[in-house]
């Protein structure tokens, strides 16, 4: 046990040795050459301590995590992404996927029912359902232009309406997209509680992407209650809307979970999952409303025509003709006085 | 017209806090906002500096260039001022600014910020020169009665220059020579994308 300690204690002398030695040379430094104090031998310089992180950070007598940061130059980049690169994106692809919508009418044109109206009608969407649509719709309508409006509307409507007029419409825009948010969150949540069931990958949507998903007239896709396309947007909403909500929260609530530079990306990720978002609904309004004949009633009213949902929705379509057979039946029983 | 730019001399600097305290005096700036603030790197630390850093007045500035709103003007010295009638308190200038300058009234929570505030480099807003409207808003614009910066004027140490950026510049570099160093002008390369070589 003794001689264990001695050799501990024998290895801490010979470290201790060791680390003064290679002290002596940064001592050294500190001290000038008559022994006075060298005031720059430990300073480190701006461009060293920026090498060694993003921030310069301090101690400051304010209570805030914020004002401790002496430089963050990221900003500058910030200020890049946010005036170069998210106007580019923004506008390439926005801009792009109407184009490619207006050239998909201009060539394909409007899917029409193949073989007619039926005039009997199958319900699609439960009024419940709808609402939970509507209400996700509406809001991301309102938080889409209200947010397009903070980064191209200084472009676009600043130079038209001037600057007092943009700046009131602005601010309001601003509290219309804070609060709005709130109803996006409940709506997206109803979607996909409602709906993630029937939006799970089954075998029958490689065949439906085998099929040329319904745009080739000649084949039949087949599909369930909702097609490959229809689970892809319903997927990439999901992805998406949680991907917004999450750095919409950190925006909302500034500097609470994040310092400068997560308020940084978080800006970064709303903005770029943003401009995506509204380009792919873009995408699915045009489906759902001009693409495609049939479609749009199926939010509207709720009811679909029976020829539309053989064409698009074969497989739920035999379920629930099945169940409202069953439903018929079980009806006649239960109305045969059980004797 | 001169191109008017901040410069601290940290290894002046003695963080006694004056440079904030004449700034709020002057402006009566509101509870909680801080228009220039001095902070510490390696405190207690060999080789401990204090920097008193405000807006920096960039070139190219960056909370501008971010402004949805585009409430920023330059003046013909290189001032970078706002006008608080267009701010829509969104929090974008706080983001790119590399220097933290700009404050808000309030926390902050669903876009609350209030109208931003930071440094004018004592030369007030858009409103007319000196009057009450401008004082309210923005404070005392001692440029228009020909004079410095209260922060930079009355530094103990003379740590804060303010003024022709060539002159300041010049006054550094023969400072540094004299004394044989110098940390560099703390924010000089991305304020105004060039150091002082000495």
Known sequence: MRTYLSHIRSIIFTLAILTAMAAMPVLAQQLGPDGAPNPTASVVPEHKLLQQSPRIEGRIDIP?????????????????????????????????????????????????????????????????????????????????????NITFGKIVLLPIIGPEAFSSMSEAAKYVHNYVSAAFVIGLALIVALWIKDNLPRNVDIDWVKQGGGFIRSKHAPSGRFNAGEKLVFWFALGAGAAVIISGCLLIFPFYVTDIAGMQIAQVVHAVIAVLFIAVIIAHIYIGTLGMEGAFEAMATGEVDLNWAKEHHDLWLEEQLAKERLAARSGQSSAVPAE | MARVKFLCDADRCIECNACVTACKNEHEVPWGINRRRVVTINDGKPGERSVSMACMHCTDAPCAAVCPVSCFYTTADGVVLHSKDLCIGCGYCFYACPFGAPQYPKVGNFGSRGKMDKCTYCAGGPEDDSSPAEYAKYGANRLAEGKLPICAEMCSTKSLLAGDGAIIAEIYKERVMKRGYGSGAWGWTTAYHEGIAV
Not at chain 1, 80 to 96: K, P, R
């Open chain 1, 64 to 148: 805030s995590e914020r004002a401790r940061v002496l430089m963050q130059p990221a900003g500058r980049q910030w200020d890049h992404f946010h005036e170069i690169t998210l106007h580019w994106l923004g506008a390439t692809v926005i801009v792009g996927m109407i184009a490619a919508l207006a050239a998909a009418y201009l060539i394909i044109g409007r899917l029409r029912i193949s073989n007619g109206r039926s005039g009997r009608k199958v319900l699609r969407f439960s009024s419940f359902e709808r609402f939970s649509h509507w209400l996700t719709a509406a809001s991301f309508v309102v938080l889409g232009l209200t947010g397009l």
